[in-house]
């Protein structure tokens, strides 16, 4: 594998001469690797202890969060197709996380809740899961972080405006 200074250098190299936004190029691709080195931390850090994957995590998290949530409220949030949250609340209900009933507003729609297991389960990991959070972020200041945490709001927001 090769470094981030590695690949940078690289990509200067054979992008040479090319009209491209560098800057704007190293925003998406260094955001892209970031959240990948943190997601991978988490998981081999935090969740593999708890046979969580990252995707189990993040719909457990939402549902902890929001209580009782609707599925396509779920996919919106953490980016998943139905069918891959299918899958997700499959294996959350089988372990005794989750549980899923029909809406008595509307029977075509589905909510999820987190059962008494599930909920215990976040209380006693979310606190393990933010002492990783602390480690991945300790790089920087705290107005660093905070200015960091500002521009990925940002990023994001701009992002989901365009596609709606």
């Given at each position: 594998?090769?470094?981030?200074?590695?690949?940078?250098?690289?990509?200067?190299?054979?992008?040479?001469?090319?009209?491209?936004?560098?800057?704007?190029?190293?925003?998406?691709?260094?955001?892209?690797r970031?959240?990948?080195?943190?997601?991978?931390h988490?998981?081999?850090?935090?969740?593999?202890?708890?046979?969580?994957?990252w995707?189990?995590?993040?719909?457990?998290?939402?549902?902890?969060?929001?209580?009782?949530?609707?599925?396509?409220?779920?996919?919106?949030?953490?980016?998943?197709?139905?069918?891959?949250?299918?899958?997700?609340?499959?294996?959350?209900?089988?372990?005794?996380?989750?549980?899923?009933?029909?809406?008595?507003?509307?029977?075509?729609?589905?909510?999820?809740?987190?059962s008494?297991?599930?909920r215990?389960?976040?209380?006693?990991?979310?606190?393990?899961?933010?002492?990783?959070?602390?480690?991945?972020?300790?790089?920087?200041d705290?107005?660093?972080?905070?200015?960091?945490?500002?521009?990925?709001?940002?990023?994001?927001?701009?992002?989901?405006?365009?596609?709606?």
């Open positions: 594998a090769h470094t981030l200074r590695e690949t940078e250098r690289q990509v200067n190299e054979r992008l040479a001469g090319m009209k491209i936004d560098f800057q704007a190029m190293a925003v998406a691709s260094n955001l892209f970031a959240a990948t080195a943190v997601r991978n988490l998981e081999r850090s935090v969740l593999a202890a708890h046979d969580l994957s995707s189990a995590f993040v719909v457990l998290w939402v549902v902890w969060i929001w209580d009782e949530v609707e599925t396509r409220e779920i996919a919106a949030e953490v980016g998943f197709s139905k069918a891959t949250l299918t899958g997700v609340l499959n294996t959350l209900e089988k372990r005794g996380l989750a549980s899923r009933r029909r809406s008595q507003e509307d029977g075509r729609l589905v909510i999820v809740k987190l008494a297991k599930g215990k389960l976040m209380e006693q990991l979310f606190p393990l899961f933010n002492q990783q959070e602390q480690f991945v972020s300790s790089v920087l705290a107005t660093t972080q905070k200015s960091a945490a500002e521009a990925l709001r940002k990023l994001t927001e701009h992002t989901e405006a365009a596609q709606n």
